[in-house]
């Protein structure tokens, strides 16, 4: 069973920045895509960002000019810079693998950015 385990969360002022982290068990090239998913307060989980296993990435609209993601293959880890931080990208941030129709979740890292 893959683990994944998130790092990098906090608290941080509007227009800040972060890194969260995602350490993976396996080879990320085991999978067909890796990325980050969140959920505010009282909404559905989302997409934030993800990267396949050619490199191809997707943003949501809400960040993709504020925010990145990268891997570094060497560390089987996905990384999710976030500048300009805004109130409304506070969320409990879930990294994920997906492989074969099945998603695989971290435990998740509380991102805070007060209003």
């Known amino acids: 069973q893959v683990q994944l385990m998130e790092s990098g969360g906090g608290l941080v002022q509007p227009g800040g920045s972060l890194r969260l982290s995602c350490r993976v068990s396996e080879n990320i090239f085991n999978f067909n895509s890796v990325g980050w998913y969140r959920r505010a307060p009282g909404e559905e989980r989302g997409l934030v960002a993800s990267?396949?296993?050619?490199?191809?990435?997707r943003f949501a609209d809400s960040v993709k000019d504020r925010f990145t993601i990268s891997r570094d293959n060497a560390k089987n880890t996905v990384y999710l810079q976030m500048n300009s931080l805004k109130p409304e990208d506070t969320a409990v941030y879930y990294c994920?693998?997906?492989?074969?129709?099945?998603?695989?979740w971290g435990q998740g890292t509380q991102v805070t950015v007060p209003s």
């Open positions: 994920y693998s997906y492989l074969l129709s099945r998603y695989t």
């Open positions: 990267i396949n296993v050619g490199g191809n990435r």
